[in-house]
């Protein structure tokens, strides 16, 4: 059984309208296995819930990204790291979780409010990383996830991306959310094209503090409180009402696409 650390939900006039747990720091297929378990008692008209937690080194693959070719290293290479790579049910291509990770899982009703749901995802997220001395963050249009102001790279001006946003949806209620790099290490996105993005260069919050000479140190614990407080403001007026059992399942793959658990990619699939 997972013990996990409930965060003081944020503050609203009446009942909170999610819990906010923090798992620690989870193995991938652990966490995923916590997500579901939430995400089975929601949808049943449960508590909302976020799930904060870091994970120890692990490449997942969205479902555009079912043949791993934004994978730049082979298997091999990736196995003698310790890093796994896992077939996952949100959508998007590939990406690295690691320690100084912050991920987000919000176990909330969506409905058919897909495109509303990110977009909050992302207001949390950019409000979050203002409270913590960034207020240039803001999302990039036509792109999920949240970006930082673009630099200068060996002479091309590159994206920097601080935050990474996948979900899925199942019987109406989220899966999956959001990735915000804290104190990651970040050379670990050279392992792969970062969600296939190939302008885009990957960031985080202690990095930022350091090229713009803050003297900060980021703080998981601090982005955890930050974030926390985001999603309150973010989803203060939203419904988190289940659907109608009549209504049909909003237009994303169905439940007959998604693995019933994460799947582990074998070393014949290695791309170099």
Not at 13 to 34: H, I, K, M, Q, S
Request: glycine share 8%; aromatic share 6%.
């Amino acid at each position: 059984m997972t013990l996990t650390s409930p965060i003081s939900p944020p503050q609203t006039a009446g009942p909170p309208a999610f819990d906010v747990l923090d798992l620690g720091t989870l193995p991938y297929r652990e966490a995923w296995e916590v997500q579901h378990a939430h995400h089975a008692r929601v949808a049943e008209g449960g508590q909302p819930t976020l799930l904060l937690v870091e994970h120890p080194p692990v490449l997942t693959l969205g479902r555009a990204a079912r043949e791993g070719t934004n994978i730049v290293v082979t298997r091999d290479y990736l196995a003698a790291q310790g890093i796994e790579v896992l077939d996952v049910e949100r959508g998007g291509d590939v990406t690295y979780h690691g320690p100084g990770q912050l991920v987000a899982y919000a176990i909330f009703p969506v409905g058919r409010r897909v495109r509303d749901f990110l977009r909050l995802l992302e207001a949390a997220t950019v409000q979050a990383l203002a409270e913590l001395g960034l207020p240039d963050a803001r999302p990039n249009p036509g792109y999920a996830g949240v970006y930082v102001s673009p630099r200068d790279v060996n002479g091309l001006r590159r994206d920097q991306k601080i935050a990474s946003i996948g979900v899925a949806v199942k019987k109406h209620v989220a899966l999956h959310g959001i990735g915000l790099n804290v104190s990651t290490q970040l050379h670990h996105f050279d392992l792969i094209v970062p969600c296939g993005l190939q302008d885009t260069q990957m960031t985080s919050v202690q990095r930022e503090y350091d090229l713009r000479g803050s003297g900060r140190s980021a703080n998981i614990d601090e982005a955890k409180a930050a974030l926390s407080r985001a999603f309150g403001a973010a989803f203060r007026e939203y419904d988190f009402s289940l659907p109608s059992p009549i209504l049909p399942s909003p237009a994303l793959p169905t439940e007959a696409f998604y693995p019933s658990s994460p799947s582990s990619k074998s070393s014949k699939e290695s791309a170099s």
